[in-house]
């Protein structure tokens, strides 16, 4: 396809050309190709030229940003300019817009006001931030990151001086900062902080020798790496699925122990009456206690086997009610007076399905096995009834009888099978329905997933640092992202990854004419404009800058 020009000679001698936009066809009796007029847009004498620059701006939002920003240029008033590169802009605008609407540029520069910082410090903090949610990278990195890979509108350029000291200021004002925010993200979200939403998880550090180190600690790995130091890590995170605080605790302290500090922390901040919503790993009796000062509330998951008062909750009889997301719950009291405590079990039937799928699965390996046993040489069997008993799977089906044979255990089957598709809850709340107890429960889900988002789309590992105060301050900035991120998908209803993909597509140019130089951006497409509106952010300018020759 391409525009064509065709002239024509009036009776008095004088010449006028047409503008047309045609293709070829070939003719098959003609046996060549042939012009085929699609669209004439008439005499070039009379050419509609606003009209032109409106079809080749529409059309140039197909194209790759950079191509639609050189042809944008080409087709409009500035020209003779040259193109001299672009970089994407959409997603740091869209980060930048979030900071801002909660008041986070406010807040540091409030912080700021009273120290001699000459370093653009809230820049850098933004700047890291903006990296962990769109491409994450070292510390190292970010300064070419922010001078070549993206625009970020930053008044001041960001040099890697600039972030470590951002890095030890932020640290400095931790508290207050994730006080700041919290309440900054609260009040602008219209945030429901009644129920509270915390679990832990631990990333590693592939070295030797931890050092001498507060936090870095060997300890149980949630991703199989005992054989590395490590540390954990906290959230507490809204109903809505926003991380509203994080913890940096050492590697080798358990869930359980951690609960008091998280519970204190929280209480300092005045929040009124709170439940918490922990996993099975937060219970105990003493870690209840804690969790009920200041007036303060529990859902707790309960482990399934090994404790008696849960076995006895779980073998209680009566009638299920069925509620919503395909649940059945009813209720248990143990106890009595003081001593009462109330307990949900909570049965899913899919999930019963597939328990019962993959109990007789491993059933079925384990007959084979010890068939495979039975062929072996008398001197061999002894070793692999050894390994069977211990295998972490099939091993809890097994018992190993007095004259040396490994079977299976009937009652321990018939007892999981019990257990099919249920999960068992404790509360010390007597307001709350048993419905909004297993509800509440279900929702520590998005913790999981604020986790995975920290882990893979942010790039909370490999962590680059050594030291304790630096690795503290990396856990804050990949919250912070955190927070934008999960604030961008629960109000757009999409995934991060193509809030960020879609975004990216919007780019910053830069323009160079012997009159000076000006940035413009490429046209927004309707989904672009789609998830702004839906952050309540304003669309970027077209042109950002214009600077004249000196």
Known sequence: MYVRTISRRNKDGSLVEYIQL???????????????????????????????????????????????????????????????????????????????RLHLRNCFNHALKNRAFSAPIEEAIFAMVAN?????????????????DVFLGNSEEIKVQHCYRAMDFLLEHDQMVQKEVFWATAN???????????????????????????LKKYGHSKHKREDLPQVTIGLAVTRSGIP?????LPGNQNDAKSVEQIQKDM?????????????????????????????GQYILGEKLRGVNENMEALSRGGRYKT??????????????????????????????????????????????????????????????CARLLDHTTMGRFLEKKADGRVVVKKAKVLAEEKLDGKY?????????????????????????????????????????????????????????????????????????????TEMDRQHMGE?????????????????????????KIKPPKTIEKLVPSS
């Open 323 to 384: 509620v919503r997301d395909n649940l059945m719950v009813k209720e248990v009291y143990l106890g009595k007076e003081l001593g009462q405590r109330r307990f949900v079990v909570v049965f899913n039937p899919a999930e019963a399905k597939k328990d019962k799928a993959t109990r007789e699965k491993t059933l079925t390996r384990i007959d084979a096995e010890l068939a495979t046993i039975a062929s072996l040489p008398e001197s061999k069997r002894e070793k692999a």
């Open 244 to 248: 509203v605080r994080c913890w940096v």
């Open 424 to 500: 068992l809850l404790s509360s010390s709340s007597d307001s709350m329905s048993a419905e909004d107890i297993a509800q509440g429960y279900k929702q520590l889900l998005d913790v999981e997933r604020a986790f995975r988002t920290l882990k893979s789309s942010l790039g909370l590992r490999p962590v680059y640092h050594s030291k304790d105060d630096r690795i503290r301050s990396h856990v804050l900035i990949c919250w912070l992202a955190l927070m934008l991120v999960r604030i961008a998908e629960v109000e757009t209803g999409l995934s991060w990854e193509r809030i960020r």
């Open 511 to 535: 323009f160079l004419g012997k009159d000076g130089h000006f940035l413009q951006r490429s046209e927004l497409t309707t989904d672009q404009r789609n998830i702004l509106k839906k952050l």
């Open 22 to 100: 045609a293709h070829n066809v070939r003719d098959a009796e003609k046996g060549y190709s042939k012009a085929d007029v699609i669209y004439s847009f008439g005499r070039r004498d009379q050419l509609d030229l606003t009209a032109i620059k409106r079809l080749v701006k529409s059309l140039s939002r197909f194209l790759e940003p950079a191509d639609a920003l050189q042809v944008l240029a080409a087709s409009g008033d500035q020209t003779p300019f040259k193109f001299t590169g672009s970089k994407p802009a959409g997603g740091s605008h869209l980060l930048r817009g979030l900071w801002d």
């Open 132 to 148: 962990r949610a769109l491409d994450p990278s070292s510390k190292l990195s970010i300064e070419e990151w922010v001078a070549k």
């Open 188 to 214: 602008l979200l219209n945030l429901e902080v009644d129920l509270i939403f915390f679990d832990t998880t631990n990333t590693y550090f592939e070295v030797d020798d931890p050092g001498d180190s507060e």
């Open 267 to 295: 209480t300092d901040w005045s929040l009124g009456r709170v439940v918490w919503v922990m996993d099975r790993g937060m219970a105990g009796e003493e870690n209840r206690r804690i969790l009920q000062r200041a007036g």
